[in-house]
């Protein structure tokens, strides 16, 4: 792990250190010390340092085009420390007839990134997409062996220069059934199996990963996947990892995100974000900025609280050279740096994440042991950190905000909510949601929210890092509760 960068770094106190602060500054540091606390004495500068302090990777995708325009791919160099490459390696780009293997354009990227100390996501074995046609003419009967052959001669290929592969990738539809794909069609559900077989003996020291898009949240596509990797490991399928793509529109990041990885990791899984962008409809106004600097840092933050949670990847560098107008008409400015290189909101947000680690979810029972000072164990789980406007002794104002409760899944015996919190017409800095149980409730587990409260009576405030609203935005939490679903009239305010 590199130490963390110096030059324009800023301390990561948020204490300003000038005069009596300084001194405040100092007894902060002697008490993290004598705590033993993880903290990275200075603030990194970069995504990269920033995220190898916290024992994550922060990756980027670059495609063979990229790597010739300059600007970008020293941008990606001095921020990313892992390249997953954007076409280069799929079935279209490396078998493009049967039996004929080219790993030029791979190759180009592998060494790119080789040369600038990044490692390499294999992006990947086996999609229904990006397929030459030939595959498809395949009788049935022969599909497994052009599968298992395509894989072993590719994975082979990159074996030791790749530490991951999505080696299938986008298997699911969004009901939670599997893709009719043709690699369906010729072995049923058992092609997973037999494509994490092959690429594992191809490369046994890969990462084998299931990588898909809208499974970020727990939804019908995400428990399909879930019982599926159930299965696979009941099965010791060399699984290792669900990639969660996370192909966000601004503010909409949902908020079980944190939840799902968990579930996953509980599985004894690795996750990983693996081509984040958060699409904002053009023109982008400040507003909606803002907003998907507030996303990056809940992506973030999510996958900091998550121990197995190994890193996150950006599906590109800048606004200029991104997938998202050409399959989105539309839509656009999707990634942490605008398409002058400038960095927009979102990589502060995601660096200030990275650096400061105070604003993890503080209710997650799998929390990150890298913890830092505001989430000590002698912070009281109700109280806010002292910076958060929530902790403003000034009255509450009713109705700067509103909020709505919307059941989003439930089960015999519980359910999953999700409230919005909503801004008037004037920005909110701190929010306080209340609601009253109807039927005897109770609340297993809340995430971007801190809650007290005893009985019927419940009261979520905001975290740090979601308390600011724009006038007429919104954000949201989250929870699983015991019992039968509800949605009360909740009560919004703010000091
Ligand atoms: O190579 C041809 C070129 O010869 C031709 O002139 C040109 C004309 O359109 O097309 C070129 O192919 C394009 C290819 O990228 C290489 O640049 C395709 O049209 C274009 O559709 C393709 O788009 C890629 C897309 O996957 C295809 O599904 C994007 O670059 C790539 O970023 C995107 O990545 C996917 C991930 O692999 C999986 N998850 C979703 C993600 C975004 O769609």
Known sequence: MKPPSTGTERHRSRTRARGPA??????????????????????????KAAAEARGRYFGTALTRGDLGISAEVNLAAAQFDMVTPGNE????????????????SGDQIVSFAQSHGMRVRGHNLVWHAQLPAWVGGVPLNQVQGVMENHITTEATHYRGKVYAWDVVNEPYNEDGTLRQDVFYKAMG????????????????????????????????????????????????????????????????????????MERFAALGLDVAITELDDRIQMPADSSELQQQGTDYGRVVNACLAVPRCV??????????????????????????????YQPKAAYQAALSALNSGTSSPS????????QSPSQSPSRSPSASPSSSPSSSPSSPVPGACSATIKTINSWGGGFQSEVTVRAGSSA???????????????????????????????????????????AGGSTTFGFTANGTAATPTATCTSP
Do not use: C
């Open 22 to 47: 300084t001194a405040l500054a100092a007894v902060a540091a002697a008490t993290a010390v004598a705590l033993n606390l993880a903290i990275p004495a200075q603030a990194a500068s970069t995504l």
């Open 89 to 104: 390696m799929k079935w279209d780009a490396t078998e493009p007839s049967k039996g004929s293997f080219n790993f030029g």
């Open 189 to 260: 559900s058992g092609y997973i199996a037999a494509a994490l077989r092959a690429a594992h003996a191809a490369d046994p020291n890969a990462k084998l990963y299931i990588n898909d898009y809208n499974i970020e949240g727990i939804n019908a596509k995400s428990n399909g996947l879930y019982s599926l990797a159930q299965s696979l490991l009941a099965q010791g399928v060399p699984l290792h990892g669900i990639g969660l793509e996370s192909h966000f529109i601004v503010g909409q990041v949902p908020s079980s995100l944190q939840a799902n």
């Open 311 to 340: 890193g996150v990847s950006q599906w590109g560098v800048d606004d200029g050279h991104t997938w998202i107008p050409g399959t989105f008409p539309g839509y656009g400015a999707p990634m942490m740096w605008d398409s002058s």
């Open 363 to 370: 209710q997650s029972p799998s929390q990150s042991p890298s």
């Open 428 to 470: 909110v800095n701190g929010w306080t949601v209340k609601w009253a149980w109807p039927g005897g409730q109770t609340i297993s587990s809340l995430w971007n929210g801190v809650s007290s409260g005893s009985g019927s009576s419940v009261t979520v405030r905001n975290e740090s890092y979601n308390g600011s609203i724009a």
